[in-house]
């Protein structure tokens, strides 16, 4: 197994510290990892995890949990969604160098941009960022491509729709990162008020091809994938603004009538009201298969990190 050593010890700050060769190593360990979730395994026996949960989360962080116990790891940590707006540095500094005593790998979730970078500048140990801010969510765009290949069979030469909240949405910053590693056509659909980040367009473009829009009809008849995001209202500076944006798109069976028969439709959840129920029964719906591959895809990651995978 070519370069699994490479992964050692490695912090998950960003999808874009990762070759496009090492991601597809970790979709082809996650696959492995497939046999093992049902019956479960030791090979994380006597290592702990350390959860660092500055923001709300369900499936990030018990999709890590479970990832740790079915390879025979333990798992500490908070999950504490109220922790004070006012974050002064040496509090997240203080913490890391208390929890690196106890564990062997902290995974962080923080509201702040930067926040695990930080966080791992300060720790001896490995640090995987469960989502900074609105900036990055690299696992989740590691488990958003498995669903894709799984679904497809390949990523390469698929029409892909980002659409919803481009804007403060991190997981649609990791995922189109991600996907600029791949031969891929990137369609990106929001409100003009939640555009993908200049800089993120700037630096995908010159990989792949990039359009933008408002209208979902524009490129929806042609697409093999619509990946869908829920408006950040905790993230908008104006709950003036966030009343003008939400709402604006709707994914129900009417508007699938466009779609190709085999298009996948993704949402990293939570969901609001972006997808009708009405979709979740039909061959479209992708977004419960998500939450599931979200575990082999951080047992992957985590026997990699902690050298379980030769
Ligand atoms: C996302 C997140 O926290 O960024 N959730 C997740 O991890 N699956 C998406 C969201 O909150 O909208």
Request: net charge negative; glycine share 6%.
């Amino acid at each position: 197994m070519k370069g699994s050593h490479e992964f050692v010890n490695r912090d998950v700050i960003s999808i874009r510290g990762f070759t496009r060769e090492e991601i597809d190593y970790i979709l082809e360990v996650s696959r492995s990892m497939e046999s093992i979730v049902e019956r479960g395994s030791d090979m994380l026996r006597g290592k702990i995890m350390a959860e660092l949960f500055f923001e709300p989360s369900t499936r990030t962080r018990l999709s890590f949990q479970t990832a740790m116990y079915k390879l025979g790891g333990n798992v500490i940590g908070f999950a504490e969604p109220k922790v004070s707006s006012v974050w002064k540095g040496e509090t997240l500094a203080d913490t890391v160098r208390v929890v690196e005593n106890y564990a062997d790998i902290i995974v962080l979730r923080h509201p702040l941009e930067g926040a695990a970078r930080f966080a791992a500048e300060y720790a001896h140990i490995p640090v995987i960022n469960a989502g900074s801010g609105a900036e990055e969510h690299p696992t989740q765009a590691l488990l958003d491509l498995y669903t894709i290949l799984k679904a497809k069979g390949r990523i390469d030469g698929l029409n892909i729709i980002l659409m919803g909240d481009l804007r403060y949405g991190r997981t649609v910053h990791s995922l189109a990162y991600a996907l600029s590693n791949y031969d891929v056509s990137l369609h990106l659909v929001s409100p003009a008020l939640l555009r993908m980040r200049p800089e993120v367009i700037e630096d995908i473009e010159g990989q792949i091809e990039v359009s933008e829009h408002t209208d979902l009809m524009e490129v929806l008849p042609d697409a093999d994938v619509l990946y869908v995001t829920r408006i950040q209202k905790e993230r908008f500076p104006d709950l003036g603004e966030y009343e003008k944006v939400k709402g604006s798109y709707v994914i129900d069976l009417e508007v699938l009538k466009k779609a190709k028969d085999d298009l996948i439709v993704m949402h990293p959840l939570p969901r609001v009201d972006e997808i009708a129920v009405e979709v979740d029964s039909t061959p479209f719906a992708k977004y419960f298969e998500q939450v599931r591959n979200g575990v082999v895809v951080r047992m992957a990651l985590l026997a990699l990190i902690l050298g379980a995978v030769k």
